[in-house]
């Protein structure tokens, strides 16, 4: 056990050494102990046990409908596949720290490619219902030393609709849990205290093929490409994105400074390395991919989106990365984005040159170190050691097996 | 992410069966009611083209103090549906600890004139402008790795030195790096040249060389030589760090030439295209059609007119081509204003670039193979930069081996008794105006000229009025003569006696001057 520890240091200070030689005098690294933290190996600091679930939970979905590898909710498949090849995962499950149960519950898609919630409660209290019989770990904590990951829009409630959502909150068998999901809001019933966020699956070489010169001048002010109303739906406005993206149009539309509109351009990803801010603003949901396009070409995210939780908050400032305006702040955002101190400016795009920064936001294939599924490990790897309370007496029971509604509770 | 119209009708659909049908025959009259009055709400939307039973809410509901800009208004109505079921009128608040996000719709916010500031757009075109520079600093040509070009230029005030001079000056201007020219004037520092080059914008150093330019090509070939070596004991002297190249005025540089040389380590050389240029045409053709008859009968080889490192097939230095003179044998130009091919020395130093290194004091960086600067003596005779160095084959030769020719060698230069206004400002005015042969007004006398630069408003139209100046002035008495053929007055004129003289295009004194010499 000692000289595995010292192996592991010896890599970390290695690894600690390495990365820090490649940074150019430009790019600056995001200092003090949050910024470090993006190169933390989680190699030997945690110990992942991956159950052995029925396809049908996991490949024969994948096989329906083969567009889940590259929609934007394709994360729970590939970190399905890295934790299988990856170094810290365990065959021998008495001595891992996490479990994680392979179910992908956001594959259930339609024919245009949006994916349909219903049935993933059901799905997941199935899979559970299995896991709880077969092995004995997730009685011994009812699934407190267990990690899901589920990057649906409102994580597990499991549903698109927000009020939908708020009305279920968070599927009672997950409680004890920890989420890995994209959704991250403060004081919403669907972000646990205890969850990690995560970005959304953007595909990393359809990204680096548009790679243009770093030289090429910045001379777009503010960038936004999508929808401000949102007509099947809502056609009043209103109530998509909470009015923002409604008022971002009528406030903006006249004004060069801002190139918006709803156009579908082949060159959005030329055009956003092209740009000094880009525009993130909530939509159904508060995430989005753009937040990962935007660090990745290097354009300031102004995040629109009141009490959002960004990925990997607790690893990444990202005040210092970002703009935060908030909503009612909408229609002053010229203002707001000029009167931004051109140093400020300049060290935000600094940052956003940081390698370290845009590998976190990617779920390369391989996986590389670094990135998102990394930055997870080392999320799950920080709240270790588990506490004791999480340890549960032999019999006891937390969980209430039949809460919910009565159609989670039939079987899947 | 979306909702979709599927989505709404299965929402629709699941959420019927949990519309509670009910028994009571006073429900049934309500359910009625409700679907009448549902309908009619329906038909006077589909009228109005929107929900107005949201006004109507809006009115009954609202506080006084909102207004029309539609300000925050948080009134928590239920969201859009179709069925007015009990279920859907409770809020969606969110239950846990005060959070100020609700769900719901809201107002969109609209400032009261959503049109740009200007003074914002400014600001916005300033922050544009600042990043595009730190972009260009970081990434582009001055980037890292980027080193300061020492262009070393002798010159000397002649005719042409505005021409070549300006050149030069616009592909330094143009050079992406840091520039350090050291211009080398022979005859002293004067202000002709002074006032040319300082409209550079880049560094200059202006250094003046006692000795004057003589008038043949070899001579002057071997000032110049010493006055690079001037140049070059500045460079030591200052201690100036960079790559230095020579760029001789009546040169031609390609930009990709500053590129190509910044990779130079310690001492290069690139092809230089050596444009043998004569004045005289025909002579340019039968020398060309006698160097292809040359051609036909010895090898092909030097039949370029490139001067450069020639390598082998594995890109190492084996030699120099050198530009063929044969052809011009006898027949170069010995003058400086010869009309003739003014042909190249063997190696011309603008072909070289070295490190700025190589001349400093200290020996410790530099390759062995260099000779000491300081101690050369310039009277033994330098006359390729290959003397600087021990060892000639340690050039690097640069432009894929010698391959890209990426500047032009070019000698032209004026008669030696042409003059020229000093500063190129017309001022004193010119004493020769030559008319020429046709005008269409021949005795229309000169309109009192305004002021001075009204003297060219008189060579109008196809009036190609030849202006050559001369030394001394000439006197009052030469009047107007305009056109050779003699025409009729019809004019009278006001100040001049005409006089109907055939004329030659020589010399004659336009009225204009007279009018200055009256003026001064």
């Known amino acids: 056990m000692s000289n595995r520890l010292s192996l592991s240091a010896i890599l970390l200070f290695l690894f600690f050494s390495a990365s820090s030689a490649q940074h150019n005098v430009r790019t600056e690294r995001i200092s003090g102990s949050a910024g470090d933290v993006l190169e933390d190996n989680p190699v030997g600091k945690l110990k992942v046990y991956v159950y052995e679930l029925p396809s049908k939970y996991n490949k024969k979905l994948l096989q329906k409908d083969p567009r889940c590898l590259t929609h934007m909710f394709a994360a729970e498949i590939f970190m399905h596949r890295f934790l299988l090849s990856s170094p810290v995962r365990t065959l021998n499950p008495d001595e891992a720290d996490w479990f994680y149960a392979p179910i992908y519950p956001t594959c259930d898609l339609t024919p245009t490619g949006l994916p349909l919630p219903f049935k993933s409660p059901r799905m997941m209290r199935s899979a559970i219902q299995l896991i709880s019989s077969n092995w004995p770990y997730w009685n011994k904590t009812e699934g407190a030393d267990h990690f899901f990951v589920v990057p649906h829009d409102f994580g597990a409630c499991f549903h698109y609709q927000e009020e939908k959502a708020i009305e279920r909150g968070i599927l009672p068998l997950l409680q004890r849990a920890t989420l890995v999901q994209t959704f991250g809001q403060r004081n919403h019933v669907c972000l646990d205290q205890g969850s990690i966020t995560i970005p959304p699956f953007a595909p990393p070489q359809k990204m680096h093929a548009h790679l243009i010169p770093p030289d090429v001048p910045r001379s777009i002010f503010v960038y936004f490409r999508g929808l401000f109303y949102d007509v099947n739906n809502d056609p009043e406005g209103g109530y998509y994105a909470r009015g923002a993206r409604a008022a971002v149009w009528e406030n903006f539309k006249n004004n060069p400074l801002f190139d918006i509109s709803t156009d579908h351009p082949t060159t959005y990803y030329e055009d956003m390395q092209r740009s000094i801010f880009c525009l993130c603003p909530l939509g159904w949901a508060p995430w989005s991919p753009r937040l990962v396009e935007a660090v990745v070409f290097g354009c300031i995210p102004v995040i629109i989106a009141d009490d959002i939780v960004l990925p990997f908050a607790d690893a990444i400032p990202w005040e210092e990365i970002g703009v935060f305006v908030a909503e009612k702040d909408v229609p002053e955002l010229d203002t707001i984005l000029t009167s931004i101190p051109t140093e400020v400016i300049l060290r935000k795009q600094r940052l956003l040159a940081n390698p370290s920064m845009k590998q976190a936001m990617l779920f390369p294939q391989p996986a590389q170190p670094g990135d998102a599924f990394h930055q997870i490990l080392n999320g799950l790897a920080r709240k270790l050691p588990h506490d004791a309370s999480v340890y549960l007496k032999a019999g006891e029971k937390v969980l209430n097996w039949t809460a919910g509604p009565v159609g989670d509770l039939k079987p899947w | 992410m979306k909702l979709s119209a599927l989505h709404q009708s299965y929402l629709n659909r699941r959420r019927s069966p949990l519309d509670s049908s009910v028994d009571a025959p006073s429900k049934s009259f309500l359910a009625v009611f409700w679907l009448v009055l549902h309908c009619l709400c329906c038909l006077i939307s589909l009228l109005l083209g929107f929900r107005f039973s949201r006004l109507v809410f809006f009115f009954l509901v609202s506080t006084p103090t909102t207004n029309l800009y539609s300000p925050p208004f948080r009134p928590n109505l239920p969201p859009p549906r179709i069925d007015l079921t009990p279920s859907n009128a409770t809020t969606a608040e969110v239950k846990t600890s005060s959070s100020r996000v609700v769900v719901g719709r809201h107002g969109i916010l609209i400032r009261p004139w959503p049109h740009p500031d200007p003074v914002e757009v400014m600001k916005a075109h300033r922050i544009i402008e600042r990043v595009q520079r730190e972009q260009k600093a970081v990434f582009g040509a001055g980037g890292k790795g980027s080193r300061t070009v020492i262009a070393v230029t002798p010159t000397y005030v002649r005719t042409f030195q505005a021409l070549h001079l300006n050149g030069v000056m616009h592909s330094l201007m143009l050079v992406p790096y840091d520039v350090v020219w050291i211009v080398v004037e022979a005859g002293g520092v004067s202000n002709e040249t002074a006032s040319i080059i300082g409209k550079s914008g880049v560094r200059v150093i202006h250094v003046g060389f006692d000795q004057r330019m003589p008038n043949t090509w070899e001579d002057r070939g071997k000032v110049e030589v010493l006055m690079r070596l001037r140049a070059l004991r500045v460079v030591k002297e200052e201690k100036l760090d960079g790559v230095v190249m020579f760029a001789d005025d009546s040169n031609m540089h390609s930009m990709e030439f500053f590129d190509e040389i910044q990779n130079v380590k310690w001492f290069g050389a690139v092809s230089v295209g050596i444009l043998a240029h004569s004045g005289n045409a025909e002579e340019m053709v039968m020398s060309m059609d006698k160097r292809r008859e040359m051609v036909d009968e010895v090898e092909e080889r030097s039949s370029l007119p490139v001067q450069g490192p020639a390598c082998n097939a594995t890109d190492k230095l084996i030699g120099w081509h050198v530009f063929n003179t044969l052809p011009y044998a006898g027949k170069s130009a010995v003058y400086i204003d010869d009309v003739a091919a ?179």
């Open chain 2, 342 to 520: 003014v042909l190249p020395q063997k190696l011309e130093w603008c072909g070289f670039v070295l490190n700025s290194r190589i001349l400093w004091d200290e020996a410790e960086s530099k390759p062995e193979w260099v000779k000491e600067f300081g101690l050369l003596n310039e009277n033994e005779g330098v006359e390729s930069p290959l003397s600087l160095l021990n060892d000639p084959s340690m050039v690097e030769p640069l432009g894929s081996c010698g391959r890209q020719v990426l500047l032009w060698w070019l000698r032209v230069e004026a008669r030696a008794d042409s003059k020229f206004p000093p500063g190129w400002v017309i001022d004193p005015p010119l004493e020769i105006t030559v008319a020429a042969k046709r005008t269409p007004w021949p005795d229309v006398p000169p309109e009192p000229p305004t002021k001075k630069k009204d003297q060219m408003s008189l060579s109008q139209g196809n009036n190609n009025v030849v202006v050559i100046p001369k030394q001394q002035q000439q006197q009052q008495q030469q009047q107007q003569q305009r056109s050779s053929k003699v025409r009729k007055p019809k004019r009278r004129s006001k100040r001049n006696k005409h006089e109907a003289k055939p004329t030659d295009t020589t010399t004659q004194v336009s009225s204009s001057t007279k009018h200055h010499q009256e003026r001064n």
